[in-house]
């Protein structure tokens, strides 16, 4: 059986490090938002013949200067433009551009995001993270209700939320830094996958958790509580570890073969996945354990 819990002081340096490196990542270069966030245009395009790989268009469209232009392929040989502006003359000059290159191209249909639909859409997205957060521990507080020994069941909640708040952090910070060095931007996408990472990374610490719920209840009263905590870790630690990795294994196979519509959308997933097993199995119970020695020395 290995002593998980005893490596809590090098586990606890390791994520304090790294959060701490994201946190100043994030307030120091911020997220590169994309249209979503920031207001833009919205415009499909219909090809005559099948849709053109994204780097020609992206280089047919190079000198008309578009930020944040992504390319999307939507079927039916059509394909999803967005690009920071709502400027009616850039719109004309770049389905004129297209026309030049591939005859037959057709508008469909030109959608305006303008700033204040963007800012509504990061207040949402914000609370829709909060009340996932909140929801979250207030129910593991709940479904823990019955197990108060010797640590009151909201902190089971708290220790969660704590790993969940490590886990997010770490991802956003990641994605600070890709939009500074590389021109990473986020929009909706990147919100669904921290809510995302939020059930996955919350469902290994449940498992967790909840077998250290019955180890207290089948123990005797002479086996310390660090003890439980650990042999409940060695118990999930095989299937904790095999869970996440056929998810890593299907996310990297997305990442690498799955087009650029959802590269970024996989990546984060891939860090908060990954992050969260190790959270799951290396932080949120040993906040258990530390819980329970602070309330022995006080």
Known sequence: MYNIISKTKYTYAFS???TLL???????????????FTGGTLMEIKFEKSVPANQEIEEKLRDLSLGSLTIQPSGNNSALLRYASEDDATNQSVIKKLEEKYPGATQLRVDFINSSVSKELKSKSLMAIFWAVAGIMAYIAFAFRKVSRP???????AG???????DILIT??????????YGVEVGIPFI??????LGFSVHDTIVVYDRTRENLIRSSSKEKFPDIVNRSLNETLVRSINTSLTVIITL?????FGGDSIKHFSLALLVGVTFGTYSSIFIASALL??????QIKS
């Open 160 to 166: 969660a939320v704590i790993a969940l708040v490590h």
């Open 16 to 18: 304090i490090i790294v």
């Open 289 to 294: 354990v530390t819980i329970y020695k602070w």
């Open 22 to 36: 994201s946190v100043v990542s994030i307030f120091v270069w911020g997220l590169k938002f994309g249209i979503d």
């Open 172 to 181: 956003i910070g990641v994605f600070a830094f890709l939009g500074h060095y």
């Open 151 to 157: 640590v009151e069941s909201w902190k089971y909640g």
């Open 192 to 197: 669904a996958a921290l809510l995302t990472i």
């Open 252 to 256: 990297l196979a997305i990442y690498i």
